[in-house]
């Protein structure tokens, strides 16, 4: 039960030790410029979102599981792995990938029209909606490997998320 909340535990402890310098640092008379104020309202909106983890899961396990199956489609357990299955995880990939091109392309506009904090909310938003794309398709993919001994499955499972951040930060490099 307190393996559910430590990722939460852990980002709070964090956004509290970034928090207290931000605020010793101003309290001091030191200055932040724009930059630094995007960074610090980015982090605290992202972590934020990582805090409530553990909202986002009671709340969702409130929603029937079939229902999210059948909007994942996952495939069968028993199915076989097949050339669609591997196509399937890179072209789900290649969407959050893009969705990072975009958000990296339209941030600097929106970082110049709206300011700092508008730019930090849509950065995490647009981010977070990436991470989830990209999640979707690594749990669509890694699915079916569940039916596999307990290691042939973390095998895959690190494998594909290690392609996943791969593939994010190949995009990230490309655009900025």
């Known amino acids: ?30 200055r932040l410029n724009e930059k630094n104020k995007f960074l610090y309202a980015f982090l605290n909106i992202t972590i934020f979102v990582v805090i409530s983890l553990p909202l986002i899961n009671y709340l969702m396990s409130k929603i029937d599981s079939k229902s999210v199956s059948e909007f994942l489609n996952l495939p069968d357990r028993d199915a076989n792995i097949t050339y669609m299955h591997f196509y399937d995880f890179l072209s789900g990939l290649a969407l959050s990938a893009f969705y990072i091109t975009v958000m990296m392309f339209t941030f600097k506009d929106a970082l110049k029209n709206f300011g700092w904090f508008i730019a930090a909310f849509y950065l995490a938003v647009m981010f977070l909606f990436s991470v989830s794309l990209g999640a979707i398709s690594l749990v669509r993919f890694i699915h079916p490997f569940t039916r596999y001994n307990t290691i042939a499955y973390w095998i895959c499972a690190v494998t594909s998320c290690a392609v996943m951040l791969v593939v994010t930060q190949v995009s990230m490099k490309m655009i900025s």
Not at 2 to 24: G, H, Q
């Open 1 to 30: 039960m307190i393996y559910e909340y430590l990722p939460s535990l852990t980002c709070l402890l964090l956004l509290a030790y970034l928090d207290f310098y931000l605020i010793k640092g101003v309290l001091n008379g030191e």
